[in-house]
């Protein structure tokens, strides 16, 4: 499984509540630690529908968000968006 396909696949089990960040690694060699989550669960509820699309519209948007270029002095603007956008999948509530 190449790197891109791995990566997409696990921000969809994030964003989705199957899985749960509990360590973000970092530079010096400390991994990420995931754990298993219920999160879910509340998507199966009545009207969680508006969720799930928001949680998948901001994955699209994150992978063309990646794809596109951009020129070199402004690549720290495109970094700022996607992590902005992968924390917005953190803040979506069912309601």
């Known amino acids: 499984m190449s790197g891109a396909i791995f990566t997409r696949a ?6 989705f509540g199957f899985i749960d960040v509990r360590r973000w690694g970092r530079l010096e060699r400390n991994c990420t630690l995931f754990s298993l989550s219920d999160r879910w669960r509340r998507f199966c509820e009545p009207g969680s529908e508006v969720c799930l699309d928001k949680i998948a519209t901001d994955l699209k948007r994150v992978e063309v968000l990646k794809r ?9 603007e495109k970094r700022q968006r996607i992590a902005a956008l992968r924390h917005s999948i953190f803040k979506v509530q069912v309601s």
């Open 68 to 76: 596109e270029k951009w020129p070199e002095d402004r690549k720290s």
């Open 10 to 15: 696990l921000w969809q089990l994030i964003g």
